[in-house]
Structures are given as C-alpha cells and as structure tokens.
C-alpha cells in the first residue's frame, strides 16, 4: 500500500473524533464583494472552530494567496475593523456574542519538498505535511500526525506532543509583518528558527496579536524509511484514539507546569507525585482532576471524564460556561497548588 493511502485511510477510517481535519470545505462563495475578494457577513464562528461555539463575525474570508491576504487586510482597515487570522479554529475559543470584525482563514496550502527540506503553506493541514513528508521519504514529524489545524497555527502555537514540538523541526518561517503601520509598512520577513522566539507552546507569532502572520514554514527534516515511518504514525494514531474525548474540545485547555519557572518550586513538588514529571513538565489535568473537578459540569460545557486538561462541548456550550470551567479550574488549583494555571487555548 503506498503511503499517502495507507495515511489516508488511518485518518479517515481511524479517527473519527477528530472533525473534518484533512477534508477540503467548501466554501459558499454568496457574499459582499471586496474587489476580488469573497468576504461573507455574519458568518458563524461556531463553523469554524473544532469547539463548535461562537457567534458571528461580521465579515469572514478564505485567504488562498499571499495577495489575497493583503486584499482582506485592507478590507479591514478601510473600514477601520479590527481582523484576525485563523487556521482551523482547533485553538481558539470563540464568544457567544461573535467579533465585530474582519476573520480570516488562512488557506495558502502550497507545499514543495527539497532534497530533506520541505516548504509548506500556512493553510495546509498539519497532518497533510506530515504525510506529504513521509511520502517523500523524510522522517521527523511522524508524532505529530493526528494534531488537527494548519501548519501556520501548528508553527504559532509550537504545538507538541510526545516530547516533541515543531520548533525542533523549524528552519524558518516568512510572514507578512504589518509592524510597519499602514499599507507602506507592510513586508515580507524572513526569520530564521532563533529568531521565533519558541516557547513551550507560543512564538513571536502567536504573541503579535496578528501583526506577524505566517505564510510559510520551511522545515529541515531527515532522509528515513517509509516503513518505520507508518510503524510510528500507526502508534501514534493508536495512542491518540485511546485517549480521545467523544465531544467537541479545542484539545488542552491549559499548559503543562514548567517545574523550573515555578516561584514555588520546593513547595510544589511536595504536592505532587513526581514521577509524573516529563520533561520537565507536570501535567496540568492531574492537577485539575485532584481538585475533583473532572466530569464538573456547567451547563453544555464540561471538564471531560476522559481527561481532566479537556473541556468539552457536551452539547450546546456557551463560551461563558466554557469561560466558567476555566475560572474554576484556575481557582481550585490556585487554593490547593499555590500556582496559576496559564491558558493554552486562544480565547478571543
Ligand atoms: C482533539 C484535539 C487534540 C489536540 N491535540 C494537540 C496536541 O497534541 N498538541 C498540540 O500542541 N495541540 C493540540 N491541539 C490544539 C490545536 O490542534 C493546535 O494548537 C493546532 O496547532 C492549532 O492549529 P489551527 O490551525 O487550528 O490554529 P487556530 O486554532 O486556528 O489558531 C490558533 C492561534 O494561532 C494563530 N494562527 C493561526 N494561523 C496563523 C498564521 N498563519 N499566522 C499567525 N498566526 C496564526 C491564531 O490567530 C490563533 O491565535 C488539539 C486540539 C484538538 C481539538
């Protein structure tokens, strides 16, 4: 079986929990026009967002291009809008009440590989690089597959799992910086990994409150074997299954603990069962479930049964409950840990 279909059917047949992650949507191109543009109005965050929560935004578009991108940008500020950009909303937690602005979705979904270098679109699919790469013979993001949104959010979020994240497989990333102010001051940087400024699970890009927005990612891989390739996706995906929640979730709602950051440090570890310490980090749902908090329920939103770091969408959620959930969560581990728990999802 070649890869890409061996990939394919893991994701399609295997994961089912994990919405519409690789499916191209397609998009209702009904809308106000903004010269080449499809901008939609009051389109509704909820379908976009893998929480399915959120009212609308004012204006919405799908960005395929560089120059589109420019095009909605200045949509936006001809009317004096505020805009954001998104992936796939697998991150984000979206009011109720919507945004009184410009969204947009990033789908520049280019990828090229070279010798053991792949270049890819902000828009594309994490798990569909992950794929593209093995496909062409390179090794190194293998556990990532099964993470869902694009590789701009992966990159801006320094999304991780199983003691990697993807800052270690980053050679660089252009963006569009709008630092300058105006149209004039707009350009395309180039940033070698070091200037990223990665962070465990953030980056400069997810800090610039959309003054920095990535175009492409360049990632340096290495030349592997196909077969062991499948062999660690097939674990992963295993692994990922196992420990899935059957309701929507934006994945983990808060950051592991870094045991050296803490003010507290000697305090904490007498709290806690060290061996739970994993590269540094102490799970944050441990602390959440020892306060007994897992399967706490406010109204459609719930701190999952599965795994105490999720809040689920146990079925019509308001992003205050979900809000709710997370003052709660943050209250109880403060009283019993003496520590804030910082959020890693993206509330707007
Ligand atoms: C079931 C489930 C499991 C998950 N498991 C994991 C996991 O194992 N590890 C992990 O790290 N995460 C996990 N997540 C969280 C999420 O999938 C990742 O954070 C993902 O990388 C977000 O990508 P996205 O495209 O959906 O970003 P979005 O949610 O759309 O956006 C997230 C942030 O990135 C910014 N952003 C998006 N695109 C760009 C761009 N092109 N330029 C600049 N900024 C941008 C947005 O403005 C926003 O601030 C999980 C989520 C779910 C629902």
Redesign the pocket.
């Known amino acids: 079986m070649g890869v890409r279909v061996f990939v394919k059917k893991l994701i399609y047949f295997k994961l089912p929990h994990?919405p519409n992650f690789t499916r191209a949507r397609q998009y209702d191109k009904t809308e106000v026009p903004a010269s080449m543009l499809a901008i939609k109005e009051n389109e509704i965050l909820a379908n976009h967002s893998?929480f399915k929560i959120g009212g609308p935004a004012k204006y919405f578009t799908v960005v395929e291009s560089k120059k589109e991108l420019i095009e909605a940008i200045d949509f936006a500020e001809k009317r004096n809008l505020p805009f954001?950009?998104?992936?796939?909303?697998?991150?984000?937690l979206y009011r109720d009440k919507g945004y009184n602005g410009l969204a947009v979705k990033?789908r520049i979904q280019h990828i090229k590989a070279q010798n053991s270098e792949i270049i890819a679109g902000?828009g594309l699919p994490?798990s569909k690089l992950i794929m593209e790469s093995v496909g062409a013979g390179l090794t190194g993001l293998e556990w990532g597959m099964g993470?869902?949104?694009?590789v701009?959010?992966?990159a801006?979020?320094n999304?991780?799992?199983y003691g990697h994240s993807i800052s270690e497989f980053v050679k660089n990333i252009s963006v569009l910086s709008l630092r300058g102010g105006g149209s004039a001051g707009r350009q395309i940087k180039n940033y070698p990994v070091g200037k990223c400024d990665f962070i465990y699970?953030g980056s400069r890009?997810?800090k610039s409150d959309?003054r920095?927005?990535?175009l492409e990612v360049g990632f340096n891989l290495e030349k592997g074997d196909q077969e062991k390739s499948k062999k660690i996706i097939q674990g992963v995906l295993e692994e990922r299954r196992n420990k899935s929640v059957p309701y929507p979730?934006?994945?983990?709602v808060f950051k592991n603990i870094i045991i050296d950051e803490l003010k507290n440090k000697e305090g904490f570890l007498k709290l806690i069962p060290r061996e739970k310490i994993k590269g540094g980090k102490f799970p944050a749902g441990w602390l959440i479930e020892n306060c007994g908090l897992k399967g706490r329920q406010i109204n459609g939103a719930k701190i999952a049964e599965e795994h105490a770091n999720y809040i689920v969408n146990a079925g019509g959620a308001a992003s205050g409950d979900v809000i709710k959930l997370i003052g709660l969560c943050k209250q109880k581990t403060r009283e019993k840990f003496n520590l804030d728990l910082e959020e890693e999802i993206?509330v707007m």
Do not use: H, Q
Request: charged fraction near 10%; glycine fraction near 22%; hydrophobic fraction near 45%.
């Open positions: 994990i893998t954001f950009v998104l992936g796939e909303g697998s991150n984000i990033i902000a994490f993470i869902p949104g694009t701009g959010g992966a801006a979020g999304a991780g799992a699970r890009f997810k959309n920095e927005i990535i979730s934006a994945g983990c993206v």
